[in-house]
């Protein structure tokens, strides 16, 4: 199927899907505002099969060790799917739903299949991942890296970010966690944040929209040290994850999440 740009509405609320470009959201366009940070590595992309940085792009599968690239060096960062092409599933279109899949390879060890799922409502946005394997079980992780616009428009107040956490993993000099969980500091972050009752964090921008992220999820990224956007980031696990907290994918237990975005307008 088609790897060209999928275009999905719902009310006045308009998505892109770009299956080519790492399976990313490319747009979110509410009353023709667009939410997203634009360019080929913004908008909002699967984080697949890791979320964030892998401690010297290594980590550990029972007794072997597999390494990946170092594009964040001296860590690998945010899984591989986001550098890949996806494909749109077979008659899975509709004018507020797709279904895009991407299959897993080198440098990733292990086979296995990614599917993305999005869709759109005048009010909400629901994307779900799911990796399956029908071979070996391997670790693994699941996100989400949205780019929000720090503002809406050039004159515009910026966005704030509201949240209550019970736990921030301490960030080490290396930008991991070093294990200790502390209470949450005030930003600016790059600070991953646990929410045992799920994820929910609202972003507001004053006077015209505020949008709440929300996950079954316990763990969140929350970005803010760029001037151009902020990101919050649901995710199955911390940085690191895959050597301190991963999940398996077997052949009869498929790794699944979900976020969905919901906006409202004051």
Not at 143 to 171: C, K, S, T, Y
Not at 224 to 244: F, I, K, S, Y
Request: proline letters at 10%.
């Amino acid at each position: 199927m088609s790897n060209d740009k999928i275009t999905l509405t719902a009310g006045d609320a308009e998505v892109t899907v770009l299956p080519g470009d790492g399976g990313r959201i490319g747009s979110l366009r509410i009353d023709g505002t667009e939410l997203l940070r634009q360019g080929e590595r913004y908008g909002s992309f699967p984080m697949v099969p890791w979320c964030g940085r892998i401690r010297d792009g290594r980590f550990r599968d029972g007794a072997e060790v597999h390494q990946m690239p170092l594009n964040a060096a001296p860590h690998a960062i945010h899984g591989t799917a986001r550098d890949g092409a996806w494909r749109t599933a077979r008659n899975s279109l509709t004018a507020d739903r797709a279904v895009i899949t991407h299959q897993l390879a080198e440098p990733w060890p292990y086979p296995g299949l990614v599917t993305q799922t999005v869709e759109l409502t005048p009010d909400s946005l629901t994307l779900g991942l799911a990796v399956e394997t029908y071979d070996s079980s391997f670790p693994a992780q699941v996100g989400w890296h949205p780019w929000f616009n720090r503002q809406l428009e050039p004159d515009g107040a910026p966005v704030q970010i509201a949240f209550d956490a019970a736990w921030q993993e301490e960030r080490g000099a290396d930008h991991l966690p070093t294990g200790r969980r502390i209470d949450p500091l005030p930003g600016p972050w790059d600070d991953c944040f646990g929410m045992p009752d799920g994820v929910d964090v609202t972003l507001s921008w004053p006077g015209r929209l505020d949008l709440t992220v929300t996950s079954r999820e316990q763990w969140v990224v929350v970005y803010d040290e760029q001037e151009a956007a902020v990101c919050v980031e649901p995710q199955t696990g911390p940085p690191n994850g895959l050597n301190t907290a991963p999940r398996l994918v077997t052949p009869v237990q498929p790794l699944e999440a979900t976020t969905t975005w919901t906006w409202r307008r004051p």
